[in-house]
């Protein structure tokens, strides 16, 4: 069974095209799929396209859930981001 | 650390091409080299066969380039480069999509490590792509 691992954050700023784009390209470095699930919505954390349309913003609950070899460090990777990418406000 | 895919944007406005290179730019991190080939030769609105060469060349770093075309004759022109491959390096796709929302998403894929394959995939995926 693939390693599956998830965390949640609360956003300190908008997931404008920035941070979308920095959570996308850390993204791909891993093999683990990598979901962003903001409310009922979610979206292939690879593909900044579809992490932009999830629009989501400061104050929204942002779950990361990745299943694959390297989840773990996907998961912290990815949430690093979201910490510190969201708080420039842009 | 291999070399990442590099982009070409070919537009007909030079300031078109470079907005959306410098967009796509700090989407992706500034990682990822975006070459521009943005109007005609004398600086009109058009295509020039020698702006997109000088443009892959400027983007080839081994991996391969990815041209992004905005409307019209700009495929036809690019369509023109490919057609005599001799004088340019390895791998170059052109990509059916969207200008900016192509040359976003190829930019993050190519910043993020991805193939040819992969950032050719990514551009084309933005057709599918909904704003609202």
Avoid at chain 2, 27 to 55: F, N, P, Y
Avoid at chain 2, 85 to 100: K, S, T, Y
Avoid at chain 2, 103 to 125: I, P, R, S, W
């Amino acid at each position: 069974m693939p390693e599956s691992s998830e965390a949640t954050i609360t956003l300190a700023g908008d997931l404008h095209a920035r941070p979308a784009g920095a959570l996308s390209v850390a993204a791909a470095k891993f093999d683990a799929a990598v979901e962003v699930i903001v409310g009922t919505s979610q979206a292939n954390a690879k593909s900044v396209l579809a992490v932009m349309q999830l629009g989501a913003s400061s104050g929204q609950q942002v779950t990361i859930r990745a299943t694959g070899p390297d989840a773990g460090d996907a998961v912290a990777a990815i949430i690093g981001i979201l910490a510190g990418a969201t708080k420039a406000g842009d | 650390m291999a070399a990442n895919v590099g982009i070409v944007l070919v537009s007909h406005s030079a300031s078109l091409a470079e907005g959306t290179a410098e967009l796509a730019g700090q989407v992706s991190g500034e990682t990822v080299t975006i070459a521009t080939a943005g109007g005609t030769d004398d600086g009109r609105i058009g295509t020039s066969l020698a702006k997109i060469s000088r443009a892959v060349q400027l983007a080839d770093a081994g991996a391969g380039v990815l041209i992004l075309p905005d409307l019209g004759s700009s495929v036809l022109t690019v369509r023109a480069l490919l057609a005599d491959p001799d004088d340019l390096p390895g791998q170059i796709v052109m990509a059916d999509a969207p200008f900016v929302e192509g040359a976003v998403a190829a930019a993050v894929t190519a910043a993020g490590g991805g193939d040819l394959k992969a950032v050719l995939d990514a551009a084309q995926e933005a057709r599918h792509a909904r704003k609202l």
